[in-house]
C-alpha cells in the first residue's frame, strides 16, 4: 500500500512537471529540445501507469499554434463605391452651335450694326473713323455672324484685320495698305528687268534695278514669301562650258621621213565680218 501511495505521488509530481514543461512548450514552440523533454516525461508516465495497473492519465498532447485564416466575409469584399465597376463610357463633348441671327435695320449707322454683330459673336468690334456716321440698309435672317459680316463687306466695300479678340474694320484699300510691305531681293545670275516682269501679276509693285542687280518688291507677306519661292528657282547659276586646249609642236623634217606632207594640206582661210 505503501508503495502505491509513493507511485501515485511519484504520478501526480511527473503531470505537475509535464504542465510546467508545457507552459514552456507553449511559450517556445519552435524549440526541439523543448518537445522531446515531454515526450520522454510522457514516456516515463506511461510506463508507471502501466506497472501500477491505474487507469491511463489523460495523454497530453502538445498545443500547437494555428494560424486563422481570413473569414469569407474578408476574403470577397464587395467592390468598394469609389472603384470602377464594369465598363465606363466617355461621355460625349457637346458639338458646338453654330449661332445664327436675324437683321433687320434701315439706314443705321455702321457702327452700331456691327456692335451689334460683334456682341453676338463674342468679340470686340473697332471701325476706322473714316466709316462713323455712314448708313447701311441690312435685311437678313438666319444667317451665321461670319456671312453677316461677309455681306457687310461685299455691298460696301469693306475689309477686316483680326488683332486678338477685335475687329478693325476699314476700307478694303486701307486694309491693304495697313497689311502692305516691302523688301529689296538682290539678284546673281539673272537680268532684273526679266524676273520684274514675271512678278508684276504677283504682286501689287515690283521695281528693277539693273546696275544693283536687285528687285524692290511691295506687296503682303503672302504675296512676298510668294514671290521669293519665284526667285529663288530662277536665280540659278547657269552651266558652265569647259574648253580645253593642246598645243603639240611637229617636226617637219620627221614628218617627211615618215612620208607625210601637210605643206600642201593646211591653208588658212580669213573671211571678213562685220560686227552687229
Known amino acids: 500500500m505503501k508503495k502505491i501511495s509513493i507511485y501515485c505521488w511519484l504520478v501526480s509530481l511527473i503531470f505537475i512537471l509535464s504542465t510546467l514543461y508545457a507552459k514552456t512548450l507553449e511559450s517556445f514552440p519552435n ?48 467592390p468598394s463605391a469609389s472603384e470602377p465597376q464594369g465598363e465606363v463610357k466617355k461621355e460625349e463633348e457637346p458639338k458646338e452651335v453654330i449661332k445664327r441671327i436675324d437683321l433687320d435695320f434701315t439706314q443705321a449707322n455702321i457702327e452700331d450694326v456691327l456692335r451689334v454683330i460683334g456682341e453676338g459673336g463674342g468679340f470686340n468690334i473697332v471701325v476706322d473713323p473714316s466709316l462713323k456716321g455712314k448708313k447701311i440698309d441690312l435685311h437678313v435672317k438666319n444667317v451665321t455672324i461670319d456671312e453677316a459680316l461677309e455681306l457687310i463687306f461685299n455691298a460696301y466695300g469693306l475689309g477686316s484685320a483680326k488683332i486678338g479678340n477685335s475687329l478693325f474694320i476699314a476700307t478694303k484699300e486701307k486694309i491693304i495698305q495697313r497689311a502692305l510691305t516691302n523688301k529689296v531681293i538682290k539678284l546673281e545670275n539673272v537680268r532684273a528687268e526679266s524676273v520684274a516682269d514675271l512678278l508684276k501679276n504677283i504682286v501689287e509693285s515690283v521695281t528693277s534695278n539693273k ?21 529663288a528657282k530662277l536665280d540659278m547659276p547657269q552651266p558652265q562650258v569647259l574648253l580645253a586646249t ?31
Open 31 to 78: 524549440t526541439d529540445e523543448f518537445k522531446e523533454e515531454i515526450l520522454g516525461k510522457k514516456k516515463v508516465e506511461e510506463r508507471l501507469e502501466e506497472e501500477l495497473g491505474l487507469a491511463p492519465a489523460k495523454k497530453f498532447v502538445p498545443p500547437t499554434k494555428t494560424v486563422s485564416s481570413q473569414s469569407s466575409s474578408q476574403a470577397k469584399m464587395p
Open 246 to 276: 593642246q598645243v603639240l609642236e611637229i617636226d617637219a623634217d620627221a614628218l617627211r621621213e615618215l612620208g607625210i606632207d601637210w605643206s600642201d594640206a593646211i591653208t588658212l582661210a580669213f573671211q571678213e565680218t562685220k560686227r552687229p
Open 211 to 231: 546696275e544693283m542687280k536687285s528687285l524692290v518688291i511691295i506687296g503682303t507677306a503672302s504675296q512676298i514669301e510668294e514671290a521669293e519661292k519665284i526667285i
